[in-house]
């Protein structure tokens, strides 16, 4: 009975262990994804803070 609990214990330790694993990519990134990454990522942050200056002038 003892054993039984411990597997299921050990078991669901497992499966949990297996989904909050982190994610290997399957390809390297490369230096030029990680710029290209880097670049939009750059772009969204100042799209966005030119939107709200934008909104914020246009309250004025």
């Not at 039984?4 to 694993?21: G, L, S, T, V």
């Not at 880097?38 to 004025?60: H, M, P, V």
Request: glycine share 2%; charged share 40%; hydrophobic share 35%.
């Amino acid at each position: 009975m003892m054993r039984e609990r411990e597997f299921a214990r050990d078991r669901a330790i497992r499966e949990a262990n297996k989904a909050f694993k982190a994610r290997e990519p399957l390809t390297p990134t490369t230096d030029y994804a990680k710029a290209q990454r880097s670049f939009q990522e750059n772009r969204e942050r100042l799209k966005a803070q030119r939107l709200a200056r934008d909104a914020k002038a246009g309250q004025n």
